[in-house]
């Protein structure tokens, strides 16, 4: 068994711009040409719905996992989830990866008509859903059948507690969102260094023996060249309140030549055990090279 020092890097790319078929087409091509192991995409209203968008990827492409980063399990029954999820592993000939998450912004689900429970309530239904995609294989092949033998890779994203200890206990991948904590129902923002930190010390406490058999995910928001870090902000548009210096440590931040990222993505393996990012589509070209800088 390999440690996380000698794991292998992987890196995704979300595609969520709405576009025509055609741009979803090229848009999922270059990300295969390009070298990205994983392309993904989101849940949320106003955005193409993922499990259409998922065959229209795997249709388009070979090689490319496809993934959703993350499904908001509130939305969906867990048996019918499991459902379409099978359909498309199956007719995309194994590649799904299952990205789940409970659910943060209340605006969506009052455009979508649905209660907005309390986040307990919606965790509790992500434990759900989990759980019914790690049932055995002869239950959920009466209405669920996966390509993959053992069912998809199974990445859970959150930041609280609860959320990171039912990672620990069943994911297959831990998804770091980067974000700081703010009221339930509220948009994200970017979080500070040590917050972000403290949450992969947990998770690696919280997983015990397990630690070398999980893979760490966080986002990539920015890859900017050298002192480029003037007027930054989130994919949400909030402004970083952070200084430069500040701004070069955050693990979900990426500043300088492609040689440079590379080095800090070998240095944050070893200190931080990530190996798996996922680029926002807007930074898909300029983290280009340092794919290449890492072969």
Known sequence: MSSVHDRPFRFGVAVFTPSTRAEWVSKVRVAEELGYDVVSVSDHLGMPAPVPTLLLAAEATQRIRIGTLVLNTSFYNPTLLARDIATVDRFSGGRVELGLGAGYDKAQFDAAGLPWIAAGERVSHLERTVAEFRKPRAQLDQYARFDQPSGPPILIAGRGERVLRLAAKHADIIAFTGTTKVSDGDGLKLGGLAEVTGRIELVRELLGDRVDDVEFNIPLHRVLPAGKTGGITDV???????????????????????????????????????????????EMEAFAPIIEALR
């Open 236 to 282: 949400w548009q909030n402004p970083l309140d952070f200084g430069a210096d500040e701004l070069a440590e955050l693990p979900s931040i990426l500043i300088g030549t492609p040689e440079e990222g590379a080095d800090k993505l070998r240095d944050r393996r070893k200190t931080l055990g990530l190996t798996y990012y996922t680029v926002l589509e807007s």
